[in-house]
């Protein structure tokens, strides 16, 4: 019953380290995200994937790199942390084909406050 | 693209009370989705409720409901006998049917809850 599970919760980075954000889910979905959350900007799309070795951009992709070897696991990779990447991020999936699994709702980890120094 | 736009960043209603939240969106597509999320203090992302483009009947879930206004691209949400456990953002989201590029967010409302 875990659903989408992210980890870490917290993490505070200097500027210019690298670090890697986990998402898993135990739901075989086809579609996986990843959303950053800033306050009075609600939550935009960063990168996204429909299966595994398939990924595309989303609205602010810039200094993120995402891959998807398994179903299971989205992880979100920054490779060079600025305080502009200070944020929650969110990993959220669903399943894509077929009309009676596809609700359109994507189920949502718990998020992961970021924080850039 | 689409958009969302939620034009009450903060809303405050007396518990028990009724209190309607807007939100509109501009799209090209004929069919897709709309959802309400709510996000406690947790931060976790709730789904409140969910309407179908195709489906003119407005949706319901207990004390949530919504008015779809599909020519006006309305989507308002209504929450009946408010509950000091609805305070929370909430945010009004499109998605177009087998959309892979995900949900478009609106900025989100701050709803209070004063008892």
């Known amino acids: 019953n875990a659903g989408v599970t992210q980890t870490p919760k917290f993490q505070v980075l200097k500027t210019g380290q690298s670090m890697t954000l986990q998402c898993a889910q135990d739901?075989?979905?086809?579609?996986m995200s990843w959303y950053r959350q800033d306050p009075g900007m609600g939550l935009r799309l960063i990168h996204y994937s429909v299966g595994a070795g398939i990924t595309d951009q989303g609205e602010v992709p810039n200094g993120y790199n995402v891959s998807r070897s398994t179903t299971e696991d989205f992880p979100l990779r920054l490779l060079s942390a600025a305080p502009s990447q200070t944020s929650v991020y969110f990993c959220a999936s669903s399943p894509l084909g077929g009309e009676y699994i596809f609700s359109g709702e994507l189920f949502f980890g718990e998020g992961s406050r970021l924080t850039v120094l | 693209a689409q958009t969302v736009t939620q034009s009450q960043p903060e809303m405050s209603v007396q518990e028990a009370e009724t209190v309607t939240l807007s939100c509109t969106y501009d799209?090209?597509?004929?069919?897709?989705?709309l959802f309400w999320y709510k996000q406690p203090p947790s931060r976790q992302m709730i789904l409140v409720i969910r309407?179908?483009?195709?489906?003119?009947q407005n949706a319901t879930e207990n004390r949530f409901s919504v008015n779809f206004q599909k020519a006006a691209k309305s989507f308002s949400l209504k929450i009946s006998d408010s509950q000091l456990g609805d305070a929370a953002m909430y945010f009004c989201a499109y998605r177009r049917r087998g959309g892979a590029d995900g949900l478009t967010f609106g900025k989100g409302t701050h709803l209070i809850i004063q008892p």
């Open positions: 309407q179908e483009a195709y489906k003119q």
């Open positions: 739901m075989n979905h086809e579609y």
């Open positions: 799209t090209s597509e004929s069919d897709y989705y």
